[in-house]
């Protein structure tokens, strides 16, 4: 049985653990929330939770309910389009808005962005007419047109101090308990700490681990997978949060991307370029680097950013720890090193930071896209020479990997476009792209070197040319 709070009312179900809370919603009559895609790509199934962010303070978070399983949410809060105007002879102040700008005209994504302007309407520090325009990132329309949508959101004043939501926002969010519940065969864990984790792993070493959901579920909608056990990580508060050492970055496996993009600005440049890239906000705000790196996907965006800035990773398991370097995690295509029981826990981002980092992604889209290429570049340097290079990419082999002789290539030379220009010719040779839908292993094999030469062109503009 599971329990949680939807716009206030309590909500006490048994439910069939595969179920995203998107269809639980419809099926219930909430059909505010609309189904437009299924694997989070348009918004429209948009809700939000209240949670704690990075900066201890209680926010409304927006999430894709379409990959949410609705366990996931138990002991929650969750609201949805309808609970947004408490008061039902009022609109809420965006749906005005939205009325005012003109900013729907089918309807269909409308409630979706609603609830994404919600959450950024009540975020502590918005300045008014200053708004994120990134806070509507993933929330996709087709007949409407950005501009009033945009101007909706930019009108947007600050909420009043008697606004039930916020007044909600001065309380801590609510504690989540930990819950086993079994419906139809299939079971549900959600345990809170990691020796709940590696108890359940000793007695099913075959359960489905979740992490943000964002892979798992779109298999579940997409592909009808089905699994006997699944146990949900993102209330193990352990996997949670990030340190910063004298010697180290440590990134909690389990923390929201969304929230480390927030949490870290500023701090390393490669980051700061690859989260903007990295689908959409909707999308980050449950999404986790131990879920990319675990899923080990050949054209993830996250590990040839990670590999670049020489990550290292800290695997657990009953039992005990050990740290292995990124480059090498990854096995064959979709494999990894990781042993039965074993989870990663944290990402280690050594310092120093290297003095050059750049991150690139080749996609259709500039934004929310899958790439087609993505490179990783940092380099290390004393006195104008390179001590340390590296040099990672995704979507050019089985797996993400470093262009190793490339890089050994670097070290000693100056720091100019024609060091980088000189391992072309190591590039052209260090992977073995193949043809699928988006791009041919020739196209690919071209941006593995192009890469390199838009690094010297933007390092050095005038020499380069």
């Known amino acids: 049985m599971i329990r949680f709070r939807l716009n206030g009312e309590a909500i006490e179900t048994d439910v069939d653990p595969h179920l995203p809370l998107l269809h639980f919603l419809r099926d219930r009559g909430w059909t505010g929330t609309k189904e437009g895609c299924a694997e989070g790509e348009c918004g429209a199934c948009a809700v939000a939770l209240v949670r704690t962010g990075p900066d201890g303070k209680t926010r409304y978070v927006p999430m894709n309910a379409c990959l949410m399983l609705t366990a996931s949410v138990h002991g929650e809060e969750v609201v949805t389009v309808e609970g947004i105007a408490k008061d039902p002879s009022a609109l809420h102040p965006v749906q005005a808005a939205m009325v005012e700008r003109g900013g729907s005209q089918c309807g269909y994504c409308t409630p979706g962005f609603v609830v994404s ?8 520090g918005r300045v008014e007419g200053e708004p994120d325009l990134e806070s509507i990132g993933g929330n996709l329309c087709r007949c409407t047109g950005y501009r009033p ?15 039930p939501h916020q007044k909600r926002l001065a309380s801590p969010a609510l504690e989540v308990p930990s819950l086993r519940t079994e419906h139809s065969g299939v079971r549900f864990d959600r345990p809170t700490t990691l020796a709940e984790l590696f108890d359940l792993l000793e007695a099913s070493p ?9 892979d798992v579920v779109v298999e579940v909608n997409q592909m009808d997978r089905r699994f006997d056990h699944l146990v949900a990580l993102d209330a193990i508060g352990e996997l949670r949060g990030f340190e910063e050492t004298a010697d180290a970055l440590v990134l909690g496996a389990g923390e929201p991307l969304a929230f480390l993009e927030e949490a870290l600005h500023g701090r390393l440049p490669m980051l700061d370029e690859l989260f903007p890239l990295f689908s959409s906000r909707l999308i980050r ?3 986790t680097f ?29 039992g005990g720890e050990r740290t292995v370097p990124l480059d090498g995690f990854f096995s064959a295509y979709r494999k990894t090193q990781l042993e039965p029981g074993e989870i990663v826990r944290s990402v280690i981002v050594p310092k120093p930071f290297p003095d050059v980092q750049r991150f690139f992604k080749v996609s259709k889209r500039i934004l929310d896209d899958i790439s087609t290429v993505a490179a990783g570049f940092a380099l290390w340097t004393d006195g104008g020479l390179i001590t340390k290079a590296r040099l990672a990419y995704g979507g050019v082999a089985a797996t993400p990997m470093c262009a190793h002789a490339a890089q050994a ?12 220009a000189d391992v072309v010719p190591l590039l052209e040779t260090a992977f073995t792209p193949i043809d699928d839908h988006r791009g041919s292993a020739r196209y690919r094999a071209a941006m593995v070197s192009q890469l390199i030469l838009k690094l010297a062109h933007e390092a050095h503009p005038e020499a380069a040319e």
Request: charged share 20%.
């Open 117 to 124: 302007m919600f959450a950024e309407f009540y975020r502590d």
């Open 149 to 163: 949508i945009r101007e909706a959101l930019v009108s947007l004043r600050t909420p009043s101090e008697a606004d």
């Open 206 to 214: 075959d359960a489905k681990l979740v992490g943000g959901g964002t």
């Open 285 to 287: 705000n449950r999404a």
């Open 290 to 318: 131990g879920g990319n790196l675990v899923n080990a996907s050949p054209i993830g965006d996250g590990p040839p950013a990670l590999l670049a800035l020489d990550a290292s990773l800290v695997l657990a398991r009953k």
């Open 409 to 420: 290539a670097l070290v000693g030379k100056p720091l100019d476009p024609s060091a980088l």
